[in-house]
Nanobody, 124 residues
């Protein structure tokens, strides 16, 4: 499987942006999917994740209530809708796939496949 993230860009604080991650292959619907981000000079951090069957989602406290993760298994795509963006949300956003998954994980080590990242810049 390969993951291709897209949709990043420059947005003003308070604005919204949706990033997408398209997966190749036929087994996408069985994967748990996650979004992580890495800001300049900082470690990577968990942002959001979703179960393979759309039943469960999880969010970092820093984005809860502002970000929404969703997936369209028919399109092999996972989305991250970001609203009320803050300058501290500026980062490269990476999508990742956990191919052996019964419930999503917040731990990056659980994800075997990673996309190339898409840059989100929030100006103040």
């Amino acid at each position: 499987v390969q993951l291709q993230a897209s949709g990043g860009g420059l947005v003003q604080a308070g604005g919204s942006l949706r990033v997408s991650c398209a997966a190749s292959g036929r087994s996408f619907s069985t994967y748990c999917m996650g979004w992580f981000r890495q800001a300049p000079g900082k470690d990577s951090e968990f942002v959001a994740a979703i179960n393979w069957n759309n039943v469960g989602t999880g969010y970092a406290d820093s984005v809860k209530g502002r970000f929404t993760i969703s997936r369209d298994n028919a399109k092999n795509t996972v989305y991250l809708q970001m609203s009320s963006l803050k300058p501290e949300d500026t980062a490269i956003y990476y999508c990742a796939a956990d191919r052996i998954c019964s419930w999503y994980s917040r731990d990056a080590a659980a994800y075997e496949v990673w996309g190339q990242g898409t840059l989100v810049t929030v100006s103040s």
